[in-house]
């Protein structure tokens, strides 16, 4: 069985600060890991993915994330926020047949 | 390219009708998949077709729920006897591998159902 986890249902920061988005799963197998981002009223579109290979995992827009094992971990992070990257940000964990199990979702708030 | 689309984009049935939501995945895309999102949480599995079979339907929440991708291309979710409960946004991804595990599922828009 999978589960995810993202700590905090909501984030804020300030336009140009760090952004970090917790994710943490479980997996019985060595998981595929997705993060995806969700703007109002569209379908979730992919920010990068970690299959095998390097850990840290560079995505568009500027976000990156990193596989920490030891610490069943995917947190995702941006170095500068900027006010486009407001929206709910989800991490997923699949099967290998492709079945994802999704977090609750996490909102983020970019203030001017 | 064409992405994958979904109609309607909006639902509104009364309790106890029956709702068809229809998914266009991206072509040639073997994997399809369709999952529910309720308000605040994040996208559940519901059921899963690898071309015109259904491998995996063990999220579909009751027997009202039925799925079909006949020709292993478009795809629609059936509702029977709609309950409140359904309400949610219902959305549906497809996949060019077969064993799409390590790779990206492209979502649709979703289909928003609201049941009064």
């Known amino acids: 069985a999978q589960s995810v986890t993202q700590l905090g249902s909501h984030v804020s920061v300030s336009e140009g600060a760090l952004v970090l988005l917790r994710c943490n799963y479980s997996?019985?197998?060595?998981?595929?890991l997705f993060w995806y981002v969700q703007y109002p009223n569209q379908g979730l579109q992919l920010l990068l993915k970690?299959?095998?290979?390097?850990?840290l995992v560079k995505g568009i827009n500027g976000f990156e994330a990193e596989f920490k094992k030891s610490e069943t971990s995917f947190h995702l992070t941006k170095p500068s926020a900027h006010m486009s990257d407001a929206a709910e940000y989800f991490c997923a964990v699949n099967t290998n047949a492709g079945k994802s199990t999704f977090g609750d979702g996490t909102t983020l708030t970019v203030k001017p | 390219g064409a992405g994958v689309s979904q109609s309607p984009r909006y639902k509104v049935a009364k309790r106890g009708q029956d709702v068809a939501l229809r998914c266009d995945p991206i072509s040639g895309h073997v994997s399809l998949f369709w999952y529910q999102q309720a308000l605040g949480q994040g996208p559940e599995f519901l059921t899963y077709?690898?071309?015109?079979?259904?491998?995996?339907k063990s999220g579909l929440p009751s027997d009202r729920f039925f799925a079909e991708r006949p020709e292993g291309s478009v795809s629609t979710l059936k509702i029977q006897r709609t309950q409140q409960e359904d309400s949610a946004v219902y959305l549906c991804?497809?996949?060019?591998?077969?064993?799409?595990?390590?790779?990206?599922?492209?979502f649709g828009p979703g289909t928003r159902l609201t049941v009064t």
């Open positions: 077709f690898q071309n015109e079979a259904q491998l995996d």
């Open positions: 970690y299959t095998t290979g390097a850990t």
């Open positions: 991804a497809s996949s060019l591998a077969q064993l799409a595990g390590t790779y990206e599922q492209y």
């Open positions: 997996s019985s197998v060595p998981p595929y």
